[in-house]
């Protein structure tokens, strides 16, 4: 007898409904070839209806429905949060993006389903607690992205960007798929819960198969977050692909990367923390100090948002190294909203098809746009971490986790990365507002104006009322 699986389409409802939206922009646009405005209804409606799906799954979930087909995915807390960031950033991403989109023409439904498709992957990715599906979930959003990178096929930065992207990218996956082999072959099992009662039940008596499983995976899943030494790729992808979409590239490969890590090393492999929190713990102080020391030097504000990300990677590390998930998901969603909104002011001075954005085009910006410099300003000193805003609360959090496990030393190296970091954010300001314009004229603001406006709100209410999304990340445990 066959024993069928256990099926609940409500857990796995939102990436249904991706996919769908993703097949129903292409026929719509083979069938009826109309304008951009069809496209931007049918991939809005998909959004909502996904969002309201995952909220649903918040509603019912229930902790005795919390794995479902035959343990293949969950409905935990922890998923359907990441689930709502992912969808956010969707959102934002595509609105950040639309211009390039719309100036893609027959081509723009092509850009909406990828989106909707590495969406819908990265989704399945942080639901999944077995190891092989999150692999296929991973590899679903990754090759979307990769095609998403050389979208503007005109610029040869857009397809170098794709091929070095394609190229790493791949590399990381297969570290990661060997280092899940080798975890089944110390422990039998695919399933993450599965290998945590594993390891809590029993001594393992030669668990070197497993550390260098799990350091094969943290190491493929490091590149994919842009963790130092793991990020060679990142300055130069978020300089070539296109402005409009580089933001949600950047966003939902780094919530997912760091969702899979906090759901493996925190529940999968939690009781060989001895041996893993050593090695988190050294990715993160290299992350800090290199990706704030080079984003110092940098000309191109692109590549300098793409160091800043390496050093925000090393901050999320420590709420890893401090087991606090509650603070790395709240980390993980203010930098998100930041990191769209930032990339949403680049695609607006560079222009959403440019590649590169240099630093002279800011000059004077704050008597070009000061609205457009005011939103950039909040942003850029919320994602140094400055009091008063949600990059503040986000970066006291993990902190916070990390000091009450023991790592002192790694939050006094994180804090003075933070001050490093501050001084690059404010170089921006600085030439925004003190420099003289090199540029005449005004720049128009289209769809982005509603990311920054959202950009903005989120930074300075959740750093002042921080309690809302700080209570529902705390609620949103893994199982």
Excluded: C
């Excluded at 919530?255 to 009781?271: E, K, M, P, Q």
């Amino acid at each position: 007898m066959i024993t069928p699986p256990e099926i609940s389409w409500l857990a796995i409802a939102p990436d249904l409904a991706l996919t769908l939206g993703a097949a129903l922009v292409l026929l719509v646009d083979v069938q009826w070839k109309p304008v951009a405005r069809v496209h931007a209804w049918v991939s809005g409606v998909t959004v909502a209806v996904a969002a309201g799906l995952t909220v649903a799954q918040w509603i019912q979930a229930a902790p005795a429905d919390a794995l479902a087909f035959s343990g293949l995915i969950t409905m935990d807390g922890f998923a359907i949060f990441t689930r709502l960031v992912l969808i956010a950033a969707t959102a934002l991403g595509l609105a950040a993006g639309w211009r390039f989109v719309a100036g893609l023409g027959r081509r723009g439904a092509e850009a909406i389903a990828l989106v909707l498709l590495a969406t819908s992957g990265f989704s399945l990715m942080v639901a999944s607690n077995n190891l092989v599906m999150m692999f296929m979930g991973l590899e679903v959003g990754s090759i979307a992205l990769y095609v998403v990178a050389g979208l503007a096929r005109e610029r040869r930065e857009s397809e170098e960007a794709a091929i070095k992207y394609f190229l790493l990218g791949s590399f990381a996956s297969a570290i990661f798929i060997y280092g899940v082999a080798l975890i089944y072959a110390g422990t039998g099992q695919f399933e993450i819960v599965g290998i945590r009662d594993l390891l809590a039940g029993f001594v393992v008596s030669s668990p070197a198969v497993i550390y260098i499983g799990v350091g094969l995976v943290v190491v493929g899943l490091a590149f994919k977050v842009s963790a130092a030494p793991f990020h060679a790729w990142a300055p130069d992808v978020y300089q070539g692909a296109p402005a409009g979409l580089v933001g949600y590239m950047a966003t939902v490969a780094k919530v997912a990367g760091f969702a899979a890590i906090a759901r493996i090393l925190l529940t999968g492999v939690l009781d060989l923390s001895g041996s893993w929190l050593p090695v988190v713990a050294g990715i993160s102080v290299v992350s800090m100090l290199l990706g704030s020391v080079l984003a110092l030097v940098q000309g191109d504000v692109r590549r300098l948002l793409a160091y800043s990300g390496v050093s925000h990677a090393g901050f999320i590390m420590t709420g890893v190294v401090g087991g606090a998930t509650d603070a790395v998901l709240f980390y993980l969603a203010i930098y998100a909203i930041q990191l769209i909104g930032a990339f949403a002011v680049v695609a607006v001075v560079a222009g959403p098809d440019a590649a590169g954005s240099s630093i002279d085009q800011y000059r004077g910006l704050g008597r070009r746009s000061p609205l457009l410099a005011g939103a950039f300003t909040v942003i850029l000193l919320g994602m140094g971490g400055l009091p008063v805003t949600s990059g503040f609360v986000a970066k006291f959090g993990v902190f916070t986790g990390a000091w009450a496990e023991g790592y002192e030393w790694l939050v006094i190296v994180a804090v003075v990365a933070t001050v490093v970091a501050l001084a690059f954010y404010i170089r921006v300001i600085v030439v925004m507002y003190m420099d003289e314009a090199q540029e005449e004229g005004t720049l128009r603001i289209g769809p982005e104006r509603w990311v920054l406006v959202l950009a903005v709100a989120a930074t300075i209410l959740w750093g002042i009322f921080p309690a809302s999304l700080l209570d529902l990340a705390a609620d949103a445990l893994p199982i």
